[in-house]
């Protein structure tokens, strides 16, 4: 059993940063690969990136690629989602989701979820 807690997000004017945490509870972090998800309103849960057990290996989406990073600390048991370059289409619900095995971009097999947090990138 996993559970996830993002950290708070928050509102940032255009081309600026903000960076998402999410703490894992559980022993087993270290097996799983870590996702981003986002949920714009009226819109679909989208993938944002995903990253291996390991941290070798990530999966971004093209409309996050060169500004979005992923990465994990397995000491600390906690993914994070560096946003760079921030743009008002990246306003969203962002969800951190946890999965046995490799980082794929499909959301319904990942296992664990977040509560989710807001991201409001202001114009």
């Known amino acids: 059993q996993v559970q996830l807690v993002e950290s708070r997000g928050g509102l940032v004017q255009a081309g600026g940063s903000l960076r998402l945490s999410c703490a894992a509870s559980?022993?087993?972090?270290?097996?799983?690969?870590m996702a981003w998800f986002r949920q714009a309103p009226g819109k679909e849960r989208e993938f944002v990136a995903a990253i291996s057990w390991s941290g070798d290996s990530t999966n971004y989406a093209d409309s996050v690629k060169g500004r979005f990073t992923i990465s994990r600390d397995n000491a600390k048991n906690t993914v994070y989602l560096q946003m760079n370059s921030l743009k008002p289409e990246d306003t969203a619900v962002y969800y951190c989701a946890a999965k046995p095995g490799l980082p794929i971009t499909t959301g319904r097999f990942y296992e664990y979820w977040g509560q989710g947090t807001q991201v409001t990138v202001s114009s």
């Open positions: 559980g022993r087993t972090f270290s097996s799983y690969a």
